[in-house]
């Protein structure tokens, strides 16, 4: 479980911009994972609960020699035509309004220079005269922002590490080694890891309380 490292020139101006969406990874072309929830930019790329647990398929996307990309949709509860069709009308405010400030209060106010350079609009241009190709670009990137991933954050960063002592070198009722009488395993020690949401505390305590009991009888 740990932050992903972004390629994209825009992550130091984003670092600790949060807000909701839904995350997805990509292989290639193919989605083959999507969380909700709070997503926090770094400097160096993105972090947060829904994109902590992708670090794993960028690992195994990577070391398959694939490309890993990201994609954000910043308005998971909304269809592309409802976004679309809320611009259109934001957009059509009366007077000299840009379209950076059009975005005002509708997205983190970091991010929308940032999404309209990446979808080609002046972010000064009149928001009552865009091209309608500006306005389906903009759409496009409100509700799937592609970024390419370049890697994770290090084993450092780690709040859980992959790997460890093998399942099946373990006696699973007593967490006692298979190859050596009297040594007990525990926690993290174990090649065994999960999601966020407490899974891993909750292994680390039941497996400790197993191993420890168990060992003290031995
Ligand atoms: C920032 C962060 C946030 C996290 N948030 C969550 C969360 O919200 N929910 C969740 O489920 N999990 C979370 N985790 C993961 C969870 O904390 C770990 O999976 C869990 O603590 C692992 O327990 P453990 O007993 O195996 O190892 P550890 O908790 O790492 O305990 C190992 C202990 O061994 C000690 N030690 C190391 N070497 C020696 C030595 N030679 N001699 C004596 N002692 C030694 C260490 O000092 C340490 O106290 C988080 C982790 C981090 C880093």
Redesign the pocket.
């Known amino acids: ?1 740990t932050g992903l490292v972004l390629d994209g020139s825009f992550t130091k101006r984003l670092k600790g911009v949060r807000c909701q969406a839904a995350v997805s990874i990509l292989r290639g072309e193919r989605i083959v994972r999507t969380e909700a929830g709070e997503i926090q930019f770094t400097e160096d790329g993105l972090s947060g609960i829904p994109v902590l647990g992708m670090a794993r398929s960028v690992h195994e996307i990577h070391s398959a020699g694939e490309n890993a990309s990201i994609q954000i949709n910043l308005f998971p509860e909304w269809s592309a035509a409802q976004v679309s069709a809320h611009l259109a009308e934001r957009f059509r405010m009366p007077g000299d309004v840009s379209a950076g400030d059009a975005l005002v209060s509708l997205i983190h106010k970091r991010l929308i220079p940032v999404l309209l350079k990446a979808c080609g609009v002046d972010a000064g241009r009149n928001c009552s005269n865009l091209p309608g190709s500006g306005l389906e670009n903009l759409v496009t990137i409100l509700t799937g922002w592609r970024i390419p991933v370049s890697g994770t954050r290090s084993w450092n960063d ?3 590490t992959a790997g460890g002592v093998a399942v099946d070198e373990i006696r699973p009722q007593t967490l006692e080694s298979a190859r050596l009488s009297g040594l007990f395993f ?4 174990i090649d065994v890891d ?1 999601d ?9 305590w039941s497996s ?1 309380r197993v191993a420890g009991t168990h060992a003290a009888r031995s």
């Open positions: 479980l780690a709040q859980v525990a926690g993290e020690l999960g966020c949401g407490g899974y891993n505390l909750q292994w680390a400790g």
